[in-house]
């Protein structure tokens, strides 16, 4: 089973402060513009980067054309920012539960751990290495904001790179894990299924289109052992 996990409001609480300055210090110095005032119309969580800057960028009256033109820009100028403003020690923001998840879904031979996030793959990276958590995620897997601005191609990317011989992971063994309406519209677009957690800003009620709803790691290890025993 390949398990799709996202990071902010599934893996990790309230880890995005350096992320956001690092995003608004990077729309700064790629565009000159402050965004600081700038009201997105969009809520940025389950969002790419890509798509949070574009909003915060077309807000503070930057054109498409030229969005498109330094999006590379954009990416590298926030990835530095943020290695430089996320804290050294990430591990107090890791949900209750999750090591423990993560340590014994590593131990079973049938389980393959991703990710799909919409964090540029630097950033998601940095923050989970800092938490304590990185190991369990090996390096070119994965679905990125920095791989698309789409956060609907990222599962069929993540799948993709789990694959082998040019071929796909199956999409009947694959996961999506993640905590907002967005993590289950990426799957359904892949046609894969979700495991949606009420740890980020959605309620239950709100996650209803997900093939499951848990409210905790524990509930979800539950969950994750009647799919793959």
């Given amino acids: 089973m390949l398990l799709l996990f996202d990071i902010d409001g599934t893996l990790l609480n309230r880890a995005t402060q350096a992320h956001r300055d690092a995003l608004h210090a990077a729309l700064h110095d790629v565009h000159g513009v402050n965004v600081e005032g700038v009201r997105s119309p969009l809520s940025p969580a389950g969002r790419t980067d890509g798509e949070i800057a574009r909003a915060l960028l077309l807000g503070a009256g930057i054109s498409a ?16 920012a943020f290695a430089r403003l996320c804290p050294a020690d990430l591990s107090d923001k890791v949900f209750p539960g999750i090591p423990a998840l993560l340590d014994w879904l590593a131990a079973r031979g049938d389980v393959k751990l991703s990710l799909v996030t919409g964090n540029y793959e630097p950033i998601g990276r940095l923050k989970l290495g800092r938490a304590g958590i990185g190991r369990h995620f090996a390096p070119g897997q994965g679905g990125f904001g920095s791989d698309s601005e789409d956060r609907a191609a990222l599962p069929g990317i993540a799948r993709r790179r789990a694959g082998g011989g040019g071929i796909a992971y199956p999409r009947q063994r694959t996961i999506v ?28 009620a709100d996650l209803t289109g997900a ?19």
Avoid: N
């Fill in 177 to 204: 894990i993640g905590d907002t309406p967005r993590d289950i519209a990426c799957a359904q677009a892949d046609g894969v299924r979700c495991f949606a957690v009420t740890t980020g800003p959605y309620e239950a």
């Fill in 65 to 80: 054309l030229r969005i498109d033109e330094r999006a590379g820009a954009v990416r590298d100028s926030c990835c530095a």
């Fill in 211 to 229: 093939d499951a709803v848990a409210s905790s790691a524990k509930e979800l290890r539950e969950l994750l052992a009647a799919t793959t025993d």
